[in-house]
């Protein structure tokens, strides 16, 4: 997720074009950047934070148009040349981008007289405008020609020197349109202009979009459309917030797209490969023995629910370790250990002490991260991005489905490499992963029934969820987000262990919270449902929908359902757990984006 603003009007652009970016800055922080549009176009770029950019731009300027961008680095790192706005090779088109181009490389090898000077697949845009542009299209015409060739997801607006008209168009990826007094503006989300315009008109996928002095044009299939305007009620804090009460259930409701975007390019299902760029050397990976996952909290639990994955696709000895614990030790070879760390920020000071040892060990070391240009990145021999764009709610949501789904990937690509995941296996596993987005859809449509059961239980005296082989680590992350944002205690367990000891603390006032996926031994784990029940404890469950849900009645308190996705069908229940999280908390009063004593990045050992 990164921020867009543009501008046409009477007023000075820069201004205008420096406040939206830095509105929009909770979208992507890693570098910025502004083109100002005259008779040639004025680019200012830079890596950091909005601030940095603001350090570099000249007081005024007489511009009265202009594009701007905030990015989270998805292809290439944070670095000046690879902030937006990207130009052609004459500097005479600029184009800000959010989103992926899947085919940029395809397009790339159809430009070889082109010369690109960034690492990002949005470059190709300029590039391809100035084809056409070169072969005698008119500005407009260009720009739609172009269009023709992209394939991925994009929000994206594109200036061209000396023309008046800013062009816009999204796919999966959204644009908004303000209408002000004195000009026109066009963002990522309203942030970017609220403090101007509350009169806005939302972009349909395919929109075409000109902006100009006379305000917006739409073009839908070609034909000109009328595009309705609407008045904006809410305050700038709520529109950060898309309109939601926390950032959290932003994140959550977020998910689908997050997921599109994470395996977005990624999937070949026909070839039964996963393509996500690990450069690690193939005779390497064939000749690994172990892979030790290592990680803290959130990043934890999607270790171990991957290393479940990667285990049987790899076929080698798979651990997860908690990184504060981490030692290269147990007469492990170096040279066939394989370390994965997985960290959200790639700042953890845990898991960035891990990697050293690792490291001064001799092991090779690969990065599964968020963030791009962290420090996790500088240290690990390769890295793989989740692409689940920036997470503001302390509690991790999206990147936790994000950090399985790219695991999940990485596990296929080094088994179809290895020869040790067979080509149905692979396609199984690929075909589950491209239903997560879907799959995780069906489950926020489902809010109401898991708020229920959470305002129901808001009240109990301790909550404990349980689950066996992949529901196991959804258990313990159901546990670990209720206890952080509710300050509530539960605690997830393996649900086979409940009757060693955990059984003494169930009560009556004690919800127990069952995952019964297919695939999770749902009929062993019943087994351990009626234990409780026979203590009535209320139960909440999650199953897989056979297609008879609704059609009796259930055996639990409240049964919730996923769809039959196969190995991700727990990931996706993790979404009630979020959900039933976030409701007892909200139900609480607290302050569930910043819950108390804790911080989004943990930067001490
Ligand atoms: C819990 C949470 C933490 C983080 C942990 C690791 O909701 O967010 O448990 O998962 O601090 O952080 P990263 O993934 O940034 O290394």
Known sequence: MCGIIGYVGER??????????????????????????????????????????????????????????????????????????????TGRVAVVHNGIIENYDAIRAELPEHTFTSDTDTEVIPHLIERELDDGAEPRAAVEAALERLEGTYGLVVTVAGVDELYATRRDSPLVVG????????????????????DVTYLED????????????????????????KRLEYEADAAEKSGYDHYMLKEINEQPRALRQTISGRIDLEGGTAEIDVDLPTPYLESIEEIQVVACGTSYYAGRYAAGILESAVDVRTTVEVASEYEFDGGRDPWRTLVVAVTQSGETADTLSAVRRANRAGARTLAV???????????????????????????????????VATLALLSVDIGRTRGSLPYDEAVDLLGSVRQLPNAVQSVLDAEDRVKAAALEYADSDAFFFIGRRLGRPVALEGALKLKEISYDHAEGFAAGELKHGPLALVTERTPVLALLTDGARPDETRNNV?????????????????????????????????????????????????????????EKG?????PRNLAKSVTVE
């Open 530 to 586: 009626k234990e409780v029940q026979a203590r009535g404890a209320p139960v909440v469950a999650v199953t897989t929908d056979d297609g008879d849900a609704g059609s009796g009645t259930s055996e639990f308190d409240t049964e919730l359902t996923v769809p039959p996705i196969g190995a991700l069908e727990p990931l996706v229940a993790n979404v009630y757990w979020q959900l039933f999280a976030y409701h007892v908390a909200n």
């Open 179 to 198: 209408h002000g007094d004195d000009g026109t503006f066009i963002g990522s989300d309203v942030t970017a202009f609220l403090e101007h315009t509350r």
């Open 206 to 229: 395919d929109d075409f979009a000109v902006i100009d002095d006379d305000g917006l044009a739409v073009y839908r299939d070609g034909e000109a459309v009328d595009p309705a305007v």
């Open 369 to 403: 991260t968020n963030t791009l240009g962290s420090t996790v990145v500088r240290e690990t021999d390769d890295s793989v991005f989740i692409r689940a764009g920036p997470e503001i709610g302390v509690a991790a949501t999206k990147t936790f489905a994000s950090q």
């Open 590 to 594: 607290r302050s569930i984006d910043r």
């Open 12 to 89: 000075a652009a820069l201004p205008i074009l420096s406040t939206g970016l830095a509105n929009l800055e909770y979208r992507g922080y890693d570098s910025a950047g502004v083109a100002l549009t005259g008779d040639e176009l004025t680019i200012y770029k830079k890596s950091g934070e909005v601030s940095a950019l603001q350090g570099i731009l000249p007081e005024s300027t007489e511009h009265t148009r202009g594009i701007g961008h905030t990015r989270w680095s998805t292809h290439g790192p944070p670095t000046d040349e690879n902030a937006h706005p990207h130009t052609d090779c």
